[in-house]
Nanobody, 115 residues
Framework: QVQLVESGGGLVQPGTSLRLSCAASGSIFNVMAWYRQAPGKERELVAATTSGGSTNYADSVKGRFTISRDNAKNTLYLQMNNLRPEDTAVYYC???????????WGQGIQVTVSS
């Protein structure tokens, strides 16, 4: 049974940092990613990575967010620096066994950036 469990969210002030974690179990995933959904908006890709180490980022987070993974622990991370109020959203971990496979989702975790 596949499970993706996110942790590390919360309420922070603008300009500070958070690190999200996603512990995966039940399979080995080639493609893992973080998405987010703000109130009234569609879910959007934040960052993605493959088991080979390639990454891509949304333009809005380039230079501030870093996606990484520990393949031995089957865990995905998102280091978020210099957070802005517009980063406020529910963040979701996703995982696929390969690029065209079914996409699994975590339950989501709230990140709120506010002074």
């Amino acid at each position: 049974q596949v499970q993706l469990v996110e942790s590390g969210g919360g309420l922070v002030q603008p300009g500070t940092s958070l690190r999200l974690s996603c512990a995966a179990s039940g399979s080995i995933f080639n493609v893992m990613a973080w998405y987010r959904q703000a109130p009234g908006k569609e879910r959007e890709l934040v960052a993605a990575t493959t088991s080979g180490g390639s990454t891509n980022y949304a333009d809005s987070v380039k230079g501030r967010f870093t996606i990484s993974r520990d393949n031995a622990k089957n865990t995905l991370y998102l280091q978020m620096n210099n957070l802005r109020p517009e980063d406020t959203a529910v963040y979701y971990c996703s995982a696929q066994r390969n690029e065209h496979a079914y996409r699994y989702w975590g339950q989501g975790i709230q990140v709120t950036v506010s002074s």
